[in-house]
Every structure is written in structure tokens, then in C-alpha cells.
T-cell receptor, first 110, second 112 residues
Framework: KQEVTQIPAALSVPEGENLVLNCSFTDSAIYNLQWFRQDPGKGLTSLLLIQSSQREQTSGRLNASLDKSSGRSTLYIAASQPGDSATYLCAVSSDNDMRFGAGTRLTVKP | NAGVTQTPKFQVLKTGQSMTLQCAQDMNHEYMSWYRQDPGMGLRLIHYSVGAGITDQGEVPNGYNVSRSTTEDFPLRLLSAAPSQTSVYFC???????????FGQGTRLTVV
């Protein structure tokens, strides 16, 4: 059974700092990995999707990497802003199943 | 520009009552799914559908029922609500099971 772990559970940084969020998974037989953002009381917004054959994806200040063999992904956020404060979730897809981590709650302080 | 729409946003039920959570998407997506989100845990898959007329169980299907009569709609039925079903429920859709997923805003359900 696929298990997805995100460390740390919570992170607080000053504005402007570069930061890395971590995601690990136990079964490397995945089709893709997605990073989502969730604001309090809201739904999930897809940030980046990395196919299993890819190593990384970039969107603006966000960069996500995938090392399928070691079961790890990182989400790099450059020059963090208070508006980046949210919970970030990673999810891995295999067959008809998407498994989520519990998320990292990020707070960026002005 | 609606995307995935869930209704209601909030609901309080008494133990034993039944209800249906509605989910509709306007993107012509074949794949739709229901998740529940509990504190400190990731989203867990309840049921999913790969197209109209086809549904299957996810990780935590007990106590829930689904049907898919149209491409657009994928309602989730709670047959006899229990306090353990207190959660936030999310509906998602995508072109396929392993493509980018789009989520609704969620339904916060409390069973007392």
C-alpha cells in the first residue's frame, strides 16, 4: 500500500526566504506526482504535476523535483511572500488511485 | 468558468439520517472522485468513476454510495450518517485517473 509522508508538518519562515518542502512515498511505481496548495476552508489548487518520466517542473517561483527511485519529491519556493502562506500537499498517482500526504502548513511572516 | 461545483458547503446531520452530497463539473472530464479530509491526515479516496455508468471503491468506501448517470454529475450518498463521518468532503475531476486533478471547494459535514 502506497504511503505518502510530508515533513515538516509545519514551517514558519520570514518573508524573502527560499524554502524546500519535502514529500516521500513508499512505492516507486507511480504515474505522476502532484503538488497542491490549500488555503484555509478552501479546496485544493494544483500547482505542479510531474510525470513519472520527468525530473522536475517549474512554474514561476515554484520548482518541483521528482526522484522516483528514492521515492522523494521536493517543492522549492523562491523568495517567499506572505501570500504563499497555505498548506501544501503532495499526491502520487498509480492506477486509479491518488494517495495524499498530510501536508505542510507554511506561514510566511512579513 | 465554474469547474467543479459542490453543494452544500456546510451540513449538520443527526446520527442515522441520510443525505446526498452533490458534485458537478463542466469540463467534460471522464474521471471523477470523492475524498474525505480529516485533521492531520491526507485526503483519502472514497469512491471514483472512470465514466458514466462506471464506479468503483476507493480506500474508505464503507457507509457511502455513488452513482454516475451522466458525465457531469457524481453524487455521494451517506446511507445512515455516523459521527465517524464528520469530515470535509472533496470532489475532484480530471480527464483521466493520472492527469491533473481539479477540486471543488469542499463540503464540511458534521454528524451529531
Amino acid at each position: 500500500k502506497q504511503e505518502v509522508t510530508q515533513i515538516p508538518a509545519a514551517l514558519s519562515v520570514p518573508e524573502g526566504e527560499n524554502l524546500v518542502l519535502n514529500c516521500s512515498f513508499t512505492d516507486s511505481a507511480i504515474y505522476n506526482l502532484q503538488w497542491f496548495r490549500q488555503d484555509p476552508g478552501k479546496g485544493l489548487t494544483s500547482l505542479l504535476l510531474i510525470q513519472s518520466s520527468q525530473r522536475e517542473q517549474t512554474s514561476g517561483r515554484l520548482n518541483a523535483s521528482l526522484d522516483k527511485s528514492s521515492g522523494r519529491s521536493t517543492l522549492y519556493i523562491a523568495a517567499s511572500q506572505p501570500g504563499d502562506s497555505a498548506t501544501y500537499l503532495c499526491a502520487v498517482s498509480s492506477d486509479n488511485d491518488m494517495r495524499f500526504g498530510a501536508g505542510t502548513r507554511l506561514t510566511v511572516k512579513p | 468558468n465554474a469547474g467543479v461545483t459542490q453543494t452544500p458547503k456546510f451540513q449538520v446531520l443527526k446520527t442515522g439520517q441520510s443525505m446526498t452530497l452533490q458534485c458537478a463539473q463542466d469540463m467534460n472530464h471522464e474521471y471523477m472522485s470523492w475524498y474525505r479530509q480529516d485533521p492531520g491526515m491526507g485526503l483519502r479516496l472514497i469512491h471514483y468513476s472512470v465514466g458514466a455508468g462506471i464506479t468503483d471503491q476507493g480506500e474508505v468506501p464503507n457507509g457511502y454510495n455513488v452513482s454516475r448517470s451522466t458525465t457531469e454529475d457524481f453524487p455521494l450518498r451517506l446511507l445512515s450518517a455516523a459521527p465517524s463521518q464528520t469530515s470535509v468532503y472533496f470532489c475532484a475531476s480530471s480527464t483521466g485517473a493520472v492527469t491533473e486533478a481539479f477540486f471543488g471547494q469542499g463540503t464540511r459535514l458534521t454528524v451529531v
